[in-house]
């Protein structure tokens, strides 16, 4: 494990999700995208080496949606940067462990990232990602 990449958290609208994290804590917005294969937008904060995503579904029958009506927001998971995500899954899975993606899935950018599902990890839903190799 290499840090903690992210964490992510689901909110009903980012506009109204700004102000705490800007203004109370005064972390810097970096960018907000939109993630049409989530179908969702996500208002980037780095924090040090990490970052504080906040993630607002775009469509309410998404998981990330269903998860909002349930929940009303909140932590949603919490993303470890790996240097072999095949390695990881491999051992996780020689540990018996719940995975939901048993291959990583992979970005546009190259980015390879699975998840762990919750009944494992004591409640908390793991992400784990594989940032691209960067030539030099």
């Known amino acids: 494990m ?4 992210h964490i992510a958290i689901v909110v009903e609208e980012i506009e109204t999700a700004l102000p705490f994290w800007q203004q109370a804590l005064g972390l810097e ?3 907000v995208e939109e993630v049409e294969v989530m179908k969702a937008r996500v208002a980037f904060l ?14 309410p029958e998404t998981g990330l949606g ?11 998971h919490i ?3 790996v240097d ?12 018996g462990v719940e995975l939901i993606d048993e291959t990583p899935r992979v970005r546009e950018n190259g980015t390879k990232y ?9 409640g908390v ?4 990602y594989q940032l691209p190799q960067q030539s030099g």
């Open 2 to 5: 290499k840090r903690v990449h």
């Open 79 to 81: 993303c470890l940067e």
């Open 114 to 122: 699975a998840f762990i599902h919750p009944k494992s990890t004591g």
């Open 29 to 31: 917005l970096a960018e």
């Open 84 to 95: 072999d995500i095949l390695a990881h899954l491999a051992q996780l899975r020689g540990h």
């Open 125 to 128: 839903l793991l992400e784990l």
């Open 46 to 59: 780095p924090v040090g080496e990490s970052r504080i995503e906040l993630v607002q579904p775009t469509d």
């Open 66 to 76: 269903r998860y909002l009506d349930k929940t009303g927001g909140g932590l949603h």
